[in-house]
């Protein structure tokens, strides 16, 4: 976009936070809209969007404006190396992650999930580290109040793969729970 995005949004962050003190003033947004659309095509048009996907791709967008890498590397193998200890392999995945998207945006929006799977044959485990710009919490079916906790809670219980989901053993080479 080089810098399109993120100048259009400034300017529009600027006449906002000019205009508080005039409640009867209204916003032009058709440079943002103009620009993301150019970023994110599928927000083309009248159609109804999704609020939470509207918001990664903004995010997106603007992080692709003001990335600090100048030149994008060759991007690093996935794999970790298995002899790296249990506080070592999720920093060398943000590592490698900050490798390609050093920003700010990245220090403000970004978190990293780990996931381990765990076969219930053979007690393999295999560990996986994602980057994250959002988080869709689950909601309790309880009555009364919701807590965070709960929800967080809930989010990140252990669940047992099965049928469809099955996934492939990294020592037996076989689909397993």
Partial sequence: MKGALITAFA??????????????????????????QRFAARFTGYQQ??????????????QKDVNRVDNLPKPKPTHIDDSLNASQKPLEAW??????????????????????????VYG???????????????????TGQVRLEDCFDLFTREEVLDGEEKPTCSMCQKRQR
């Fill in 124 to 142: 393999q485990a295999s560990v996986t580290f994602d980057p994250f710009w959002d988080l869709s919490l689950p909601i309790p079916s309880m």
């Fill in 11 to 36: 300017m529009l962050m600027w006449d906002l936070w000019k205009s508080s003190d005039e409640a009867d003033r209204a916003l032009v947004t058709s440079p943002v809209t103009i620009q993301f």
């Fill in 95 to 120: 590592k490698r992650f900050l490798f390609l998207k050093n920003l700010k945006f990245v220090d403000l929006f970004v978190g990293q999930f780990k996931f381990t799977l765990r076969c219930t």
């Fill in 49 to 62: 969007q999704d609020a939470q996907e509207f918001l990664r791709y903004l995010l997106e967008g603007l």
